[in-house]
């Protein structure tokens, strides 16, 4: 749960603004002291080179593999050695440092201009007849180890464990529960599990509730549950609130956080990649990146065209850092709006310029959108729905539902760990040079009302 911004809170947003300025004023003197102008430009052409070494090591095989990744690993090396035979090191390690602090300092003062958005929340009654669908395995066995089944029907509900060797169906399940009066699904398990389960709600309006005993939990951390103890899960039974949230859809298949087209969905699709993820991606990535293997993708957002995407995210709402992995977290869930990252990388160019520009690299591109319709050159698509892998027959189609989904929460929770916004700096510097007080920015951070 987020606390309401503390009054003042603009004032120490333009006093940290200014000593980020300052900060970059510090880099600039030490740059100056070294007397030598490369300083900056040295560390920029070896964290370039890197970047292109390890486009190399991906998207090759053999000896252009090991030369690649002998010049990601070189070319930082090399810098840090001229600078120490140079005597340049006290500054370039001065400017770092300094470079680290103004940064901090910027993304610290974006961060209190931005006042907590309320999730509206309601108090609920405890009910009557909650089902919970656990997986024994998920999450290395968290169900166990948490005691979930047996505290769960100390407090009243009706625990239904999935058989994991009969490749059970937890929406048949869920299904099941409600034609037998239950008043409350919810789930012990893998976001991919939720999902389905949590389709089965919305499609009847019955509150839906999550256990996070699954391995990543991205969904709980982003509804702001304890991740690190599933059982604190189960207070929404006897102490909880009902927020509604927005759920995904992709090709009529409810999704709670990504669908990922591209090489990441082409990987998973492979048996041996369970087993072996690190070697199984080192052996495909070439074909998919440079060679003809996989299938050719063209997306449409909302009228805007994405040609042949190497990787593409949709996300039910955005994340709030860009990334073909959905790096960071998404500060709501009830947007209305899905969440669109497109990574295309074709060239050891184009992966420098990622290394030195991260997400504002001309290679990805990040918005939003209500309906993402994605085609391709073969009958079906590979795809990855909350990690589960899926082939779909083109084309593709991702909506959001909008609030669709009534989630029970804990009335107590942690609240989600906030993820730093990116730095504009022209909006620092005017930050820093505001006399007045600024209004504060709404951020849509989640938070009970």
Not at 153 to 182: T, Y
Not at 197 to 219: C, E, I, S
Not at 417 to 440: H, Q
């Amino acid at each position: 749960m987020n606390e309401v911004e503390p009054k003042g809170s603009g004032t120490a947003a333009r006093t940290l603004a200014r000593l980020a300025l300052l900060c970059l004023a510090g880099v600039v003197a030490a740059v100056v002291a070294a007397g030598q102008w490369l300083l900056p430009l040295l560390g920029l052409v070896g964290l370039g080179l890197a970047g292109a070494g390890i486009w190399w090591a991906l998207a090759h095989r053999g000896l252009a593999r090991l030369c690649g990744a002998l010049l990601a690993v070189a070319a930082p090396v090399a810098v840090l050695v001229l600078y120490a035979v140079s005597g340049m090191w006290p500054f370039a390690a001065a400017a770092l440092g300094l470079w680290a602090a103004a940064l901090a300092c910027a993304r610290s003062a974006l961060r209190r201009l931005r006042a907590p958005r309320a999730t509206h929340s309601r108090p609920v009654r405890p009910p009557r007849r909650p089902v919970l669908i656990m997986n024994p395995l998920s999450g290395g066995g968290k169900v166990v180890e948490h005691a979930l089944v047996e505290r769960a029907e100390a407090l009243g509900a009706r625990v239904v464990l999935l058989d994991v060797d009969s490749s059970p169906d937890p929406a048949a399940l869920a299904r099941q529960a409600l034609a037998e009066g239950a008043d409350l699904l919810g789930v012990a398990g893998g976001d991919g599990t939720q999902a389905l389960v949590a389709g089965v709600a919305a499609d009847h309006d019955v509150p839906f509730m999550v256990l996070a005993a699954g391995t990543r939990n991205h969904f709980a951390m982003d509804l702001g549950l304890d991740r690190d103890d599933p059982a604190s899960g189960l207070e929404a039974l006897t102490h909880g609130v009902e927020i509604r949230v927005d759920l995904g859809d992709v090709a009529g298949r409810p999704f709670v956080n990504t669908v990922s087209f591209g090489t990441y969905a082409e990987i998973v699709q492979r048996p041996e990649y369970r087993d072996a993820k690190a070697s199984t991606t080192l052996d495909l990535l070439p074909d998919l990146l440079v060679g003809d293997a996989g299938a050719e993708l063209t997306a449409t957002a909302d009228g805007r065209r994405l040609d042949a995407p190497h990787a593409l995210l949709v996300s039910n709402n955005p994340y709030a850092q860009a990334g073909p992995m959905g790096v960071g977290r998404r500060s709501r869930l009830d947007g209305g709006r899905l969440g669109v990252i497109s990574l295309r990388i074709e060239s050891a160019a184009r992966a420098a310029e990622l290394a030195l520009l991260g997400e504002r690299a001309s290679g990805i591109t990040a918005s939003t959108s209500r309906r993402v319709t994605v085609e391709a050159d073969t009958e079906t698509i590979p795809v990855a729905v909350d990690g589960e892998a899926l082939q779909l027959p083109q084309p593709v189609v991702c909506t959001v539902r909008p609030k669709a989904l009534r989630v029970r929460v804990p009335r107590n929770r942690p609240g989600a760990p906030y993820t730093a916004p990116s730095v504009d700096w022209r909006r620092v510097v005017r930050l820093a040079l505001e006399r007045t007080p600024l209004p504060a920015v709404k951020n849509q951070e989640q938070s009970d009302a």
